[in-house]
């Protein structure tokens, strides 16, 4: 198991999440990620652009970044396929998160 930590961060705050979560696999944590996302976007009234998860494992590295108010994912790009489109986004996060 690894330890999974959950921020939320906006263009001028990051609330840290100082406990972390123990997942079996990054996966894991994008599903937990997923489901909060949904969460806040439909319980938050006003403009959640620019509002993110940033998952970061134990020793800070950012794991993945996702969007409140975008149904994109980020990768960071040591994750990335070889790609020089975007095509990327929609399998990538199959591809490298099991």
């Known amino acids: 198991m690894t330890v999974y930590f959950f921020h939320l ?3 001028d705050t990051l609330l840290e999440d100082g406990e972390g979560t123990d997942l079996p696999s ?6 937990q990620v997923l489901q ?6 439909a319980d938050t ?14 020793s800070g590295r950012l ?3 996702v969007p409140v108010g ?3 994912h980020y990768l960071p790009s040591a994750l990335q396929p070889h790609c020089k489109t975007d095509a990327w986004r ?3 996060v199959a591809g490298h998160l099991h």
């Not at 990054?26 to 599903?31: D, G, I, K, P």
């Not at 909060?36 to 976007?41: D, G, H, I, P």
């Open 26 to 31: 990054l996966h894991a944590a994008l599903l």
């Open 90 to 92: 929609s399998t990538a």
């Open 70 to 72: 975008k149904g994109r």
């Open 63 to 65: 794991l993945l970044k």
């Open 45 to 58: 009234e006003g403009d959640v652009d620019g509002l993110a998860f940033e998952v970061t494992d134990s």
């Open 36 to 41: 909060a996302r949904s969460e806040l976007a």
């Open 9 to 11: 961060r906006n263009e």
